[in-house]
């Protein structure tokens, strides 16, 4: 039995992986597979991947992206969502913040540095016309740790996943004041390189098993009751989110990768742009 051990963050896009583990699809293939959640996202998963703490990351195509160009000896083997990530922008529900105007100099909640919180923190201030060299951040670990930097002043805002975020909206601890969608496919597949080169086999199973299920995991029978008892979410929530969100079974493309590193590069958050073969498989 293979050991394969996976990372990922603790939200409804992830649900096709606790379903295989859960149903023993993967041990049937003769995997054992294990999975971790990272509440706190992209960076930790990153130095998980780079402390062989995981041998695989289903992460933000961005930040691995960005972290690879610095050095984490990991490819992307797969796509895994091939729509575009909602980000939420939240302010705490009793501030005077009104529109994202209003947040132009305003400190900014980031979960840690190297993170989709930090990076679209970005890519938001670039599409408003701001100067993101004036962008300020404080480090906050996870949603529990924005929430106190927004009710304490601390931070102006926090960005994060809109409907994961949303019954915080719903009980009046954010409030929400617009929406920055990641202008790529949001999340990838990435393993580590030593894991691939020693058990490519195993790589390939778990891919093919896991793609078997994402192809029909909208057709599931009430999946979206599922997800909604799984990930603490209004049924009415889920459905919509479903509407808006694609897996995949294929590999990220070229055009993709080359876009992402023409954001980075723009902004400053990575050294120099590489072929797009230095992320992928050979």
Not at 47 to 74: F, P, Q, S, Y
């Amino acid at each position: 039995m293979r050991n394969i051990k996976v990372g990922g963050v603790p939200e409804h896009f992830n649900l096709p992986w606790h379903l295989c583990i859960d149903d023993g699809t993967f041990n049937n293939n003769g995997l054992d597979l294990s999975w971790r959640d990272f509440p706190d996202g992209t960076g930790a998963m990153c130095k998980a991947l780079r402390n062989k703490e995981i041998d695989v990351a289903v992460i933000l195509t961005e930040g691995i992206i960005k972290d690879i160009l610095h050095g984490n000896e990991a490819l992307i083997v797969q796509e895994y969502i091939a729509s575009p990530l909602i980000w939420g922008i939240h302010v705490a529900a009793e501030s005077n913040f009104e529109s994202v105007e209003d947040l132009k100099n305003q400190k900014v909640a980031i979960s840690r540095y190297g993170s989709g919180s930090h990076l679209m923190a970005y890519v938001n201030a670039r599409n408003l016309g701001w100067d993101t060299s004036k962008l300020q951040f404080e480090v906050v670990g996870d949603i529990n740790g924005a929430i106190k930097a927004l009710q304490y002043g601390s931070a102006g805002y926090f960005m994060w996943e809109h409907f994961t975020t949303k019954p915080l909206v719903d009980e009046g601890i954010f409030r929400r004041i617009g929406d920055c969608p990641t202008p790529w496919s949001c999340f990838v597949i990435a393993v580590r390189k030593d894991v691939l080169e020693n058990d490519q086999a195993g790589i390939l199973t778990m891919l093919k098993t896991l793609n078997e299920v994402t192809k029909k995991f909208k057709q599931i029978p009430k999946v979206e009751l599922a997800l909604a008892n799984k990930y603490e979410q209004k049924v009415e929530d889920i459905e919509q989110w479903l509407k808006i969100t694609t897996w995949s079974q294929k590999q990220i493309s070229v055009f993709e990768i080359q876009k992402v590193q023409e954001q980075l590069l723009e902004l400053d958050l990575i050294p120099e742009a590489q072929d797009s073969h230095y992320f992928l498989p050979h």
